[in-house]
């Protein structure tokens, strides 16, 4: 099995930042893409942003130069700086990865909630 522990979510002022972690435990042996969702109130879950095991990047329109992310193979670990942020932010966050020969696995969620 594979656990994923997420932190760093909070409330912020519109403009602020905040970075999130995401970390896998467990029989994690081969990671592949690592991946934030996030989901507001009363809307679908959606892609933010993904990373695969090269290193390569894709990004939401909306997040598109102000969020960035990154990450640490040795430590199993998947960031995202979230800078600039807008009352639109608002959401759950979640991480998603990928472990090969074992599936998808998500995190439990952490809020962020930027006022204006």
């Known amino acids: 099995q594979v656990q994923l522990v997420e932190s760093g979510g909070g409330l912020v002022q519109a403009g602020g930042s905040l970075r999130l972690s995401c970390t896998a435990s467990g029989s994690v042996f081969s990671i592949s893409t690592m991946n934030w969702y996030r989901q507001a109130p009363g809307k679908q879950r959606e892609l933010v942003a993904g990373?695969?095991?090269?290193?390569?990047?894709n990004y939401a329109d909306s997040v598109k130069g102000r969020f960035t992310i990154s990450r640490d193979n040795a430590k199993n670990t998947v960031y995202l700086q979230m800078n600039s942020l807008k009352p639109e932010d608002t959401a759950v966050y979640y991480c998603k990865v990928a472990v090969l020969a074992l599936g998808a696995y998500w995190g439990q969620g952490t809020q962020v909630t930027v006022s204006s």
């Open positions: 990373i695969s095991s090269g290193g390569n990047t």
